[in-house]
Each structure stands twice: as structure tokens, then as C-alpha cells.
T-cell receptor, first 110, second 113 residues
Framework: DAKTTQPTSMDCAEGRAANLPCNHSTISGNEYVYWYRQIHSQGPQYIIHGLKNNETNEMASLIITEDRKSSTLILPHATLRDTAVYYCIVPRFNDYKLSFGAGTTVTVRA | DTAVSQTPKYLVTQMGNDKSIKCEQNLGHDTMYWYKQDSKKFLKIMFSYNNKELIINETVPNRFSPKSPDKAHLNLHINSLELGDSAVYFC????????????FGSGTQLSVL
């Protein structure tokens, strides 16, 4: 997988937007950026993925820079239930392997 | 219906025993995985099967043996359990290799005493 760099942790106030950055400067042209999260004691959960266009779904928005070397996951209105470890992953194209790094521990505070 | 289901959810056993964890997915996916999450919370890929064929076999002690009787099932058998095997084991599946999201089970917490 292309190397990704994320902050170790961040706090967010409930009801505010949470912006989670990820650097992936070695990404190749055909590699996607994926985001997953793991709420305590649960299995990881897919959030969103994208190639170069910005993406939005019911959970979050993904903003990818034009050079594709970094991206930001946006949780528009964070709730306490969004407290989790968030993983940014760039798997190699056509590779079955999906590796998880340390991720960003996001704590949403009331 | 749960998409990826693992049994048992908790497994407590003595050192030296042999145990199995079962995983089933009802999503019609071709590819299944086993991940291990240790006390430091890192998720490490162990094995992957695609259409019943082993395609990923990371550096895992050969006491661990995956078995895929069919596309919907991937079981993990562990021989001669050791204290260091204590961890949470997650099963996952996806439709193919690229650009497909991974669905995880809820995990099996294995405690070796």
C-alpha cells in the first residue's frame, strides 16, 4: 500500500465539523484513497473512498487535493458516536492486500 | 441478517489447546480475510482467500491454518495455542481486489490463559 501519514489523535466538539487530514504523497494515478473507522470493540467500518473527485455519502465527505498527495475526511456534524479510530488507506492497484496503519484517534466531546 | 458473522464472539482457553474460529459471509463476495488485532490495537492482515484459493499468507506461525470450504466460509484453526495468540481476530470479505470496500465481522476475542 502507498504510505499514508495521519495525525495520531484529534479532538472535536460535538455538532461541529471534524476534518481529518491524510498525506499520501507516493500515491499512483490509479490508486484510490479509502477511509475506514473502528469504533471501540467493533469491527472496522467502511466510510468512503475516492480517486480524484470529491466524494460525499451519508456518512462523510472526502476532499482530495488536485495533485492527489493528500486528502481530508470531513464528518459534517460530529456526534459522540463518531468517537473512533479513523484509518486512511491507499491500497496498491489490483492488490488484494489492504493494510491498516495506526490511524487517527478522534474523540468527540460534548 | 448479519453480512459477515464470526463465531464464537469470545473464546477463553488454556495454553496448548487447539481451537477454531468460524466466519461466514452472505454477501456473495469472492474474497475473504483474517486480521489480527493485538493489545496495541494494530490491525494486521494474516490470510486471504479468493474463490477458495489462498492468495495472501503473511508471516504467521504455521500453527495458524486457514480453511475455506466454500466461497462463503473462511475458518481459522489454531494449534498449540500460546499466550501471545491472545488478541481479537476479525474476519472480512469483499467482492474483488480493487476498488471494493471491505466488510468486517464483529470480531472474536481470544484469551489464552
Amino acid at each position: 500500500d502507498a504510505k499514508t501519514t495521519q495525525p495520531t489523535s484529534m479532538d472535536c466538539a460535538e455538532g461541529r465539523a471534524a476534518n481529518l487530514p491524510c498525506n499520501h504523497s507516493t500515491i499512483s494515478g490509479n490508486e484510490y484513497v479509502y477511509w475506514y473507522r473502528q469504533i471501540h470493540s467493533q469491527g472496522p467500518q467502511y466510510i468512503i473512498h475516492g480517486l480524484k473527485n470529491n466524494e460525499t455519502n451519508e456518512m462523510a465527505s472526502l476532499i482530495i487535493t488536485e495533485d492527489r498527495k493528500s486528502s481530508t475526511l470531513i464528518l459534517p456534524h460530529a456526534t459522540l458516536r463518531d468517537t473512533a479510530v479513523y484509518y486512511c488507506i491507499v491500497p496498491r492497484f489490483n492488490d488484494y492486500k489492504l493494510s491498516f496503519g495506526a490511524g487517527t484517534t478522534v474523540t468527540v466531546r460534548a | 441478517d448479519t453480512a459477515v458473522s464470526q463465531t464464537p464472539k469470545y473464546l477463553v482457553t488454556q495454553m496448548g489447546n487447539d481451537k477454531s474460529i468460524k466466519c461466514e459471509q452472505n454477501l456473495g463476495h469472492d474474497t475473504m480475510y483474517w486480521y489480527k488485532q493485538d493489545s496495541k490495537k494494530f490491525l494486521k492482515i494474516m490470510f486471504s482467500y479468493n474463490n477458495k484459493e489462498l492468495i495472501i499468507n503473511e508471516t504467521v506461525p504455521n500453527r495458524f491454518s486457514p480453511k475455506s470450504p466454500d466461497k462463503a466460509h473462511l475458518n481459522l484453526h489454531i494449534n498449540s495455542l500460546e499466550l501471545g495468540d491472545s488478541a481479537v481476530y476479525f474476519c472480512a470479505s469483499r467482492k474483488g481486489a480493487t476498488n471494493e470496500k471491505l466488510f468486517f465481522g464483529s470480531g472474536t476475542q481470544l484469551s489464552v490463559l
